[in-house]
C-alpha cells in the first residue's frame, strides 16, 4: 500500500518554526510506523531525527504523536492508522530536532521522588521477603518504560513544566507500596508540594497514553491518598 507520511520537522540551528514534511512510503499492513521512519531515513532524507532502540516496545525511546496520540512508533502498525499518516514530537519537552525531545526536565522529575529502595534497617541474613501480595500491591509500577507518553499527554505539564507529571507519580507509587521501602515520607515532600501531586485534575488522558496499560490516573489518586492518609 501506499502511505503519505507526514512528519513535522524542525532544526533548531536554522528554522524559525516547525514545518511540516511530506513523503510517500511503500508500506505493508503489518509494518510499523518505525519501519516507514527507517525507510525515509534510510532511502529519501538522511537528515530525519528520531530516536529507537529496542524496536519492541520495551525501551520507551520512540514515543511519539502519531495521528494525533501519543505512541510508540515501533508497536503502531499502519493497518491501525490508515493511508495518511501524521507524527510530530511529544508535547510539552523542548524539541531538540525532529521527533527528538530534550528528555531532561522528565528525568529531573523522575530524580525527584527519589525512584529506589530507601530502608536503613538493618540486612536480614538472606533477603527481605514479600508475600505474593504485598509484591502485587506495587505491580503496575514497575511495568512502566519512562517513555514518556503520559507526562507529555497531560494537559497540566503543556502549562506547567514544573510538574512532577504521571510518569514520575507512578514511579513513586512503585516504592510508596512497597512494604520492604521505608522512604515514603522522603517522597512526600515531592509529591506534596505544589509541583506535586495536587495538580493533578484527572483528565485521564495518562492512561489512555500508556502503551503499558498501567491504570495511572489510579495511582495516581492512590498516591493521593497515601499523603493524606499520612497527614492526618
Known sequence: MQVTLKILRFDPAKDQKPTWHTYQVEAEPWDRVLDLLHKVKWDQDGTLAFRRSCGHGICGSDAMLINGRNRLACKTLVKDLGNVI????????PV?????VDMEPFFAAYRAVKPYLINDEPPPARERLQS???RERFDHGTKCILCASCTTSCPVFWVNGAYLGPAAIVQ????IFDSRDRGKRERFKALGSGSGVWRCRTAYNCTEACPREIPVTQLIEEVKRAILFDRF
Do not use: M, Y
Open 86 to 93: 501524521t507524527v510530530e514530537p511529544i508535547r510539552g519537552l
Open 132 to 134: 505474593p501480595e504485598e
Open 96 to 100: 531538540e530536532k525532529d521527533l527528538i
Open 172 to 175: 513513586a507509587h512503585r516504592f
